[in-house]
Each structure stands twice: as C-alpha cells, then as structure tokens.
C-alpha cells in the first residue's frame, strides 16, 4: 500500500472482529511507528500492548469505575469542554456516527451503549497504552513527539490491514490501566490505541470524517500564483 493511499483511506475502527493479532506483527507495526521524528531524536515513547486476561481486566475496571461514578483520572492535564469551530467539528462527527449505527438523538440508552463500549476501547481484541517518559512531562515537545509516533503506528497498523483508533476513553481509569499493566511511575500514560481486524459489517467502521480545505488552514506567502 503506497502512502497517500494508506493516509486517505485510513479511518478509525471502531468495530473489530474476534481473530487475534500476532505478536509479529504487532512488533512490524511497532518497528514502523518507531522511526518517527523525535525533537533532539530523544525517542520519549513507551508502549505497551495488551490482550486476551489482562485486556479484559482492564476492560471491566474501566466499566466498574465508571458506572460507580469514578472521577476519570488521567496522567497528563485535561482540557476543558471545546468550544467555537473545535466544538462544531466534535459534534459533526458524533452526529456522523450515531446516524451510521442509527442511534436517535433521545435515545439516552443506546448513546451511553455507545459511550460505554469506548470506554472498553470497543472490544478490539488489542490496546496499546501509549507512554512516554515522566521526566519530560513538562517539557509539550514530548507529548508532540509521542503524537507523531502514534500517527506512525495507526497508519502502519492500517497498511497492514488492521484497524485501529486511538482511544482516550480507554486510558480514563489510568489507575487501573497502569496497575493491571505493571507501568511504571516514571511513565505517563498519553493515550491508548484500540487495534484489530476490522469487521467489515460494524457500520460505524464506513464513516469518514470531513476535514476543511486546504485554503482554510493554511496561509502560503511568496508564491507567484
Ligand atoms: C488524542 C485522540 C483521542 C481520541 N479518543 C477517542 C475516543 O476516546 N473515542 C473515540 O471514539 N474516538 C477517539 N478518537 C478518534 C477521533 O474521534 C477521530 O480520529 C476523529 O474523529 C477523526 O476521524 P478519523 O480518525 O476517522 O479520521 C481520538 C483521537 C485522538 C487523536
């Protein structure tokens, strides 16, 4: 697969059938996403990939702390509720997906359905939890360089044939990722990325998000047109 097809063609999966991934395959991917750039090629990154047991106890502490109302606790500062153009776009895609799985905009029973199986990052059969180094926690060119890696790694997933979406949901309970995990404390958990085998039958897997032109994010200067 050449590269401007995988970057077109790659959506986020959230849907995955039951086929396990090998752990070949998943060290080529990580190969892969492990030569991007890195400020001082200082290569902060940590991964760690989970399935079958651990997974799953990962999944079902997520959902317990949740449905018990547990404040979400994450390693790195949040951000407050977006606003203006970021909000219009979070609510853009949202619509997109609810009406692909026909999920009614009252229907508050199959929305938090919806919520809850991302926060069991969708059941995909593999999580990586993405870390990078506690030292650098301060120092944002390091959640940039850990960005830039994951970017790697969901595209070089994707050439694979496998599906993949970065996932904050599953990384909300970091407690519990870490404890289950074994991730040391001189790691901060960034964010985790939910792969598979894509079910071709899952709708929401068909939605593809819209991006604005060109023209709107960009300002050339000192061309001749
Ligand atoms: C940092 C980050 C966190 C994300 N967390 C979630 C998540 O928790 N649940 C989810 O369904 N999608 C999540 N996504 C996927 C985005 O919704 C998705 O990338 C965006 O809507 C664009 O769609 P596309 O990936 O199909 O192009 C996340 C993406 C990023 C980059």
Request: hydrophobic share 40%.
């Amino acid at each position: 697969m050449n590269l401007e097809h995988a970057i077109n063609d790659r959506r986020s999966i959230r849907g995955f059938t039951d086929q396990p991934v090998s752990k070949e395959l998943l060290e080529e991917v990580i190969a892969l996403a492990n030569r991007a750039p890195s400020s001082m090629n200082t290569q902060p990154w940590h991964l760690h990939v989970l399935t079958g047991e651990p997974l799953e106890r990962v999944r079902k502490g997520n959902t317990e702390n949740m449905l018990a109302g547990v404040k979400p606790t994450r390693d790195i500062e949040d951000y407050s509720e977006y606003q203006g153009e970021h909000r219009k776009r979070q609510i853009e895609i949202a619509v997109q997906l609810f009406e692909a799985m026909g999920i009614e905009r009252h229907d508050a029973e199959r929305r938090q359905d919806w919520v809850m199986r991302g926060f069991r990052q969708f059941d995909a059969p593999v999580s990586i939890v993405v870390c990078f180094d506690r030292s650098l926690l301060a120092n944002t060119i390091a959640h940039f360089d850990t960005g830039a890696m994951t970017y790697g790694l969901v595209l070089a997933a994707w050439s694979k044939g496998l599906g993949s979406v970065i996932n904050g949901q599953g990384i909300m309970q970091s407690p519990v990722v870490r404890e289950v995990a074994g991730i040391p404390e001189d790691q901060v958990i960034l964010t985790c990325v939910a792969l598979g085998w894509p079910d071709e039958d899952f709708v929401a897997n068909s939605v593809v998000s819209r991006r604005r032109p060109v023209s709107n994010l960009t300002h050339f200067l000192g061309f001749v047109e």
